[in-house]
């Protein structure tokens, strides 16, 4: 089988070519690299240099694929509250464009890079995918939007997962090696925290918050075990029936739990110091993902020293290259 991966350039989805690569699929990959790095792409996959806003990229892009995992998109929260025209212009319109070729070319199998996002401030914890939706910023409203425009395709026909992820952190280990996150700029804990020193400690967005230690709770998943995730999805698809399923761990820790856990993996402290809350963070964030263990027939396999630990080892690489 032969799977377009949109956005396989970026850290999750040239994640996503690489296993499947590794399990015998083969892969085509559309990325525009206005955020990815075509050096991320893996060697065995056929990659295409375009938008997902081009209809003819997409065609060529889709031509000779049995099925896509679709992760091409604006994905940073603080830029799209300052540009929401520029996240639904890409997000929506550009799935808008890849639905209709897919329809065009008649393949209609389609995983979907969903997001916790589409939640919001969660009325409960843990938020399971009956929760309410009410995202707090236009990355969420717009992906959301996604999730609803594919609900209504699978009414004529296609086959779809959307996967809501919480906290992706961690790294793969490929042939090719260490393919690291590399955001420009990095707003995430993980990558931040490995980067803190004693002139540029690791801001604490906050020790007010209403958790045991005060500071925000999230549910970190490694990069594999979500890839692991879309790939059984990708088997599990049925006609004319879209499902949303949430990706994390299950369980939550606190900013200080994640800073506890580096430093053993390191073995040196974290310097870091407490600043004001950053806008728009919920307190917790946890998964409920019984439905994934259900469906998918999965569970989460790797600690969050393990997440660490990767993500280090691929930084590393990243600097050495
Ligand atoms: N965080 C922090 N300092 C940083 C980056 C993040 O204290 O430099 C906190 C943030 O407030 C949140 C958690 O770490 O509680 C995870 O944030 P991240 O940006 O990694 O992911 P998000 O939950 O925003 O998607």
Known sequence: MRVLVTGGAG??????????LARGYEVSVLDDCSSGHEDAVPSGATFIHGSLLDPASVQ????????VIHFAAKS???ESVLKPELYHEVNVGGTRILLSEMRKAGITKLVFSSTAATYGEP???PITEDSSTNPTSPYGSTKLEVDRMITEAAK???AAISLRYFNVAGALQSE???????HDPETHLIPNLLRASVESPLNIFGDDWPTQDGTCIRDYIHVVDLIDAHIAALEKLEMSKHLIINLGSGSGYSVMEVIRAASKVLGREIPSKITARRAGDPAILIADISKAKTILGWSPLRSIEQMVSDTWESQNAANRS
């Open 11 to 20: 850290y999750i989805g040239s994640t996503a070519v690489a296993e499947l």
């Open 60 to 67: 060529r892009a889709i031509a000779g694929c049995q099925g």
């Open 76 to 78: 940073l929260v603080g």
């Open 123 to 125: 009325e409960a914890i």
């Open 156 to 158: 004529s026909g296609i």
């Open 176 to 182: 090719g090696g260490w393919l690291a996150e590399r």
